[in-house]
Each structure stands twice: as C-alpha cells, then as structure tokens.
C-alpha cells in the first residue's frame, strides 16, 4: 500500500515509518516525503533513505490554497494513506474530508488530554504520573479523532518537558510504525 509521510521538522517519527516499511511483512510503502518547509532536516533523510521528496513552503498562501498544492503531490504520487509526523500545520476541512479514514497523526499526549502545543509542560504542571503518546485518525478538530493505538510512559520526580519528551519519543518510534501497520491492515 503506498503512502505518504507529511513532516514539518527534524523526522524522527518519518524515519522510523521508512525503516519499518522495510520488513517484508509491512503493509505499507513510503513512497513520498512532503514538507511545507523546505528546509525541514527531515527531507535530507527521507533523500538519503531513497525516498521521493516535495516541498513547497506555505508562506503567502492561503490555507485552501497550500492544501490544494499539498493534495496535488499526494495524488500524483498515488498513495492510498498519509501519515502525518510532525507536520505543524492546520489542516483545511477540504483536504481532511479528501483523505477521511485515510489520514493519521501521532500526537505527544494521552488523548484526549492536552490537544494542541505543549503537551509535556502541561503534563507535568497538572501532576500527571504518567505521560504518553497517542496515534488518532485526522479529522477536522485538532487531534480530535478515534485514537488507534496509545503508548504511556511514567513522569519522574524532576521530569522536565524535555525529559519527558525524550522518554516519550522512545515510545513514538515503537509505535506509530505497529499503529500505522495495524490501521493498513485492518482497512486495506
Ligand atoms: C513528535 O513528538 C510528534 O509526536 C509531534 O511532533 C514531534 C515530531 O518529531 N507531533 P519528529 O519530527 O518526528 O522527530
């Protein structure tokens, strides 16, 4: 099944997705890497990786306007799934109904707590134990769809938002390529 990986940063979570597509029992291939940031470290990766790339900065584009370019790479590309990893941007309705069951995020928090930026800081400032990371279905509402796959982790006396972010990155690389997986699988 081919996919797409849409990134906005440094593509920790993309790498793993490539590096799993690469088993022999993997449903999925990575067939394009796309950014709204050229500069985004992680294309240099997905490059290395032999991977197809697009980027196109969304600066002086309306929002319908970048999505419509961004839809057009991924239907020329033929994939069947996006896989959003890091890709910091609000998402037109057009583009998510284009893409409805087909699309998923991995989020840094236990949905439905701490939709949103800065999910560790609140975290620990609400005195959470535990922490995690969370794979959902993209629906119109920021990090508001079903939730497919969830990881936790402990939050430590003395966690800061870093240590915790480290600690939950651990499990976001564990699990978005087996949620990822599964969701293929299960809806071909
Ligand atoms: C991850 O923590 C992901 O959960 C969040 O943004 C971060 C992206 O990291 N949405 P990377 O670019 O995959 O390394």
């Not at 290395?48 to 790339?53: K, L, R, V, W």
């Not at 840094?108 to 922490?131: F, N």
């Not at 990881?151 to 990822?180: K, Q, S």
Request: hydrophobic share 45%.
């Amino acid at each position: 099944t081919p996919i797409a990986i849409l990134i906005s940063g440094r593509g920790s979570n993309m790498r793993v997705l490539v590096e799993a597509s690469r088993a022999p029992d993997c449903p999925y291939e990575v067939v394009l890497v796309a950014s709204n940031d050229p500069d985004a470290p992680g294309l240099a990766i997905a490059r290395d990786a032999g991977i197809a790339t697009f980027a196109h900065s969304h600066k002086g584009l309306t929002r319908d306007a970048f999505d419509a370019i961004i839809d057009k790479a991924l239907r020329d590309a033929g994939v069947s799934y996006v896989a959003l990893a890091g890709y910091m941007r609000i998402l037109s309705g057009g583009f998510v109904a284009g893409w409805a069951g087909r699309m998923l995020n991995i989020h840094p928090s236990l949905l439905p707590r701490y939709k949103g930026l800065d999910t560790h800081a609140r975290a620990i400032a609400a005195g959470d134990a535990e922490g995690g990371c969370s794979v959902h279905i993209v629906t119109a509402t920021l990090d508001d769809g079903e939730v497919v796959g969830q990881a936790r982790v402990p939050i430590l006396p003395g966690d800061t938002p870093e240590t915790l972010a480290d600690r939950v990155l651990i499990e976001e690389h564990r699990l978005y390529p087996a949620a990822l997986a599964d969701y293929i699988r299960a809806h071909g």
